[in-house]
């Protein structure tokens, strides 16, 4: 058991509760919250850990990530998402031999280090599952699926079940295997068919990268724009498999993360099973908009946050992600869009995952990150802790510290 005090300790609950000068006990779940001498008292035999002036609050969660392009610095083509896709298409295989373990283990203590615990990987290759898995953070693994042309279905499942295999012979509480559909232009609808029944039935967590991209939006409402072009080279006279709406109700049932949906009807959506991965760099490189966050946040859906790959990023700090936002989204008043990107990287992000973590109240698994403390008013606590911190000083991941 550990008792650890805390300047500030914020529990990331929905009320975005803030205890001052208290202390959380724990062992691999969280005891309860109380004054750090009546703690001491009730539990004698506990390892104290006093963190003085500093902030205590639940570990991030990155719920979406491209380990495997890790190698990537300025390969690829931004500004345009059809070019974007067509530098993946001919780099994809260079980049994931290129991006080797060190490489891999270097951004996932990069991430570690910047107050994350729990990632969610989007595996095209599964050549990273073994070092995820032996990796000190939780990662749910989302193995994914593609391919759009009829003929090469049965090639496709057969790749996609031998690389789920080797990823479900790793599982633990810190590594979960999952399923991904690529996305909708990508997908021939006996895949997507495939891999929903299969993750239903096996009662898995899924994601699908959703209307990412205006192209995207003129592709599957019109059948036309810059992907009929591209989709040309790879099938004769291409059509859009699905209408937006079409291709949700594949996910009828499934708990699902539906990453980016910059232009998605929000409508479409389930919100007690699907939620919104949101990933503000990668949406700036790869597009010429932004998610309406404002209006995800004022109708109930759920959000989470992710970094996306270096594909699509410079940085896998979570807190350069988090700081993007706040520059990004201009629609709620500043510390209240702080408090909300906190809840989408903690409590609301677990909820997605369906998780019991991402919060500090009693029962929940011990997921604990320490930031540097510092002077400020209550209110602006968590924009200051955005704004202000570099990098976690601590990182517990249920209940148990992690060496840096």
Known sequence: MK????????????????????AVVFDEKIEEILKPNEAREKYPEAEFIDCGSDIAMPAFINTHTHL????????????????????????????????????????????????????????????????????????VFFNEILGADKNTIDANIDKFSERFTRSAELVSDLFI???????????????????????????????????????????????????????????P??????????????????????????????????????????CAVSNRLLGRDRLKLTSVIKNGYLFSIGTDGLSSNISLNFLDELRANLFVHDGLELSKLARELLLGATNRAAKSLDLNLGELSSGKIADIAVFGGFECDESQLALQLILQSKNAKSLYIKGKKCNF
């Open 3 to 22: 008792i650890l005090k805390a300047k500030w300790i914020l529990t990331c609950d929905e009320k975005f509760k803030i205890h001052r000068d208290k």
């Open 68 to 139: 495997e392009f890790s190698a990537n610095r300025t390969h690829l083509i931004y500004g345009d998402f059809v070019k974007w896709v067509a530098s993946i298409v001919n780099a994809r295989e260079e980049l994931s031999k290129q991006a080797l373990e060190t490489i891999i283990e270097k951004e996932i203590l990069t991430m570690m280090k910047s107050g994350v615990a729990t990632i969610g990987e989007i595996s095209s290759f599964g050549t990273e599952a073994q070092i995820c898995a032996k990796s000190p953070a939780r990662f």
């Open 177 to 235: 295997p999952a399923v991904s559909v690529h996305a909708p232009y990508s997908t021939h609808p006996e895949i997507t068919k495939f891999a929903t029944d299969f993750a239903r039935d096996n009662e898995l967590l899924m994601s699908s990268h959703f209307m990412e991209s205006n192209h995207e939006r003129d592709w599957l409402k019109h059948g036309k724009g810059a992907f009929k072009e591209w989709l040309g080279a790879f099938l």
């Open 237 to 278: 006279n291409p059509k859009p498999f699905y209408s937006p709406k079409s291709y949700i109700e594949y996910f009828k049932g499934v708990r699902t993360l539906f990453t980016h949906c910059v232009f998605a009807d929000l409508k479409l959506f389930d919100k007690k099973l699907h939620s919104i991965t949101h």
